[in-house]
């Protein structure tokens, strides 16, 4: 089974800090993804990648940028963590095409103070 | 644009009842559609899709069919169980995208 590691479950951060979340995946996936998950908003995407140093905004990229020097790796960074960035942070990766659908890590909850 | 569109939650049942959580979406030509499901303090997994009209997706005793006159992907069940207390979500792949457009999630409890 394809599995997508994401290396905190739960993660509490002050106000500015840079935060770093890391996804790691075992499947040599093409495609990875890191959506926030907010109540009543349903997953809005904020990056994704294609492929190894590609990176392509989603819907919400402002305040967050990412890192893909592996392909196994897809890392979500907070510039300057602010509380409106408090949020369930998705990673998902997938083979090309995704008429197979995604797979989702366990997902982070952050809490920015 | 692209988008999905689910019943509003939260939805709340008793054991054995019938379950339908509407699902319809806007997309040009012929997208692919997925439920998803997350359950308490894990990550969405695949319950089941379809990737042309009239399709019938089926797993774990829900099903949903591809309607391409209604834009419709509704998820049924015909007897739930206190196991399929989860969040449930909709999404669509539009032809040629990599991409999934998710819906909001309806949230569903089910009583003993």
């Known amino acids: 089974d394809v599995k997508v590691t994401q290396s905190s479950r739960y993660l509490v951060k002050r106000t500015g800090e840079k935060v770093f979340l890391e996804c790691v995946q075992d499947?040599?996936?093409?495609?990875m993804f890191w959506y926030r998950q907010d109540p009543g908003l349903g997953l809005r995407l904020i990056y994704f990648?294609?492929?190894?140093?590609?990176?392509e905004k989603g819907d919400i990229p402002e305040g967050y940028s990412v890192s893909r020097e592996k392909k196994e790796r897809f890392s979500l960074i907070l510039e300057s963590a602010s509380t409106n960035q408090t949020s369930m942070y998705l990673c998902?990766?997938?083979?090309?095409?995704?008429?197979?659908?995604?797979?989702f890590g366990s997902g982070t909850r952050l809490t920015v103070v | 644009g692209n988008s999905v569109t689910q019943m509003e939650g939260p939805v709340t049942l008793s054991e054995e009842a019938f379950l339908t959580i509407n699902c319809t979406y806007t997309?040009?030509?012929?997208?692919?559609l997925f439920w998803y499901v997350q359950y308490p303090g894990e990550g969405l997994q695949l319950l089941l899709k379809?990737?042309?009209?009239?399709d019938k997706g089926s797993n774990k005793g829900f099903e949903a069919t591809y309607r391409k006159e209604t834009t419709s992907f509704h998820l049924e069940k015909g007897s739930v169980q206190v196991s399929d207390s989860a969040v449930y979500f909709c999404?669509?792949?539009?032809?040629?995208?990599?991409?999934?457009?998710f819906g909001q999630g309806t949230r569903l409890t089910i009583n003993p």
């Open positions: 998902a990766s997938s083979f090309p095409p995704t008429g197979f659908g995604y797979t």
């Open positions: 997309a040009t030509g012929y997208p692919s």
């Open positions: 990648s294609y492929d190894v140093k590609m990176k």
């Open positions: 379809a990737t042309k009209a009239d």
């Open positions: 499947m040599d996936h093409e495609n």
């Open positions: 999404a669509l792949r539009s032809q040629g995208a990599q991409k999934l457009v």
